[in-house]
């Protein structure tokens, strides 16, 4: 990051020492493209730094990402997400309209990305949101996962069930060659 600054501050007294020279238009413009060029570097470095600190802090070996996904209409009405593994709290999420809008529309959300030790490990996700009538809905899921030295990404799917009138709430181990 201190190389980004030192290039950002480099180009600043440069247009700086250009406007006091009174330098032509065209280099202005020339100046312009060079800026929008050198933001463009930023953004493509920032993105494989984030890309880098990912891989840094969550190796393969030991990396387990918790996804959410809804399918859900008239059935229930999500409000929060309290993710548990192990019997330890790792996520909590409270929705607002917009983002439950977003889920049933086929958005998927990173619930956790976190490390895992390799071994037999519960993953528990609990549910409230609202059912038929505006009633209160609580309702929880469980599995059991045997963490490999592969990464591991759980999604946790929200759907309505037609046949029983209810929502179902279903946990899928995605292989990693799916990824």
Do not use: C
């Amino acid at each position: 990051m201190p190389r980004i600054r030192h290039a950002v501050l480099g180009l600043l007294l440069v247009i700086t020492a250009q406007i006091a020279h009174g330098e032509p238009r065209d280099d202005f413009s020339r100046l312009d493209q060079d800026v929008r060029a050198l933001k463009q570097d930023v953004l493509e470095l920032n993105r494989d730094l984030r890309i880098l600190e990912e891989e840094l802090l969550f190796p393969a070996n030991t990396r387990l990402a918790v996804f959410l996904s809804a399918d859900v209409g008239e059935l229930f009405r999500l409000d929060s997400v309290q993710v548990r593994l192990n019997d330890q709290v790792v996520a909590n999420y409270l929705y607002t309209p917009e983002e439950v809008d977003a889920l049933n529309r086929g958005g998927v959300q990173r619930l956790y990305l976190g490390n895992v030790r390799n071994g037999e490990h519960e993953l528990t996700a609990f549910f409230v949101g609202y059912g038929p009538h505006g009633r209160e809905y609580r309702r929880a899921t469980s599995v059991n996962l045997e963490k490999t030295s592969e990464p591991a990404y759980i999604e946790l799917r929200i759907q309505d069930s037609q046949r029983t009138h209810q929502p179902e709430f279903l946990v899928e181990h995605w292989e990693s060659e799916r990824r």
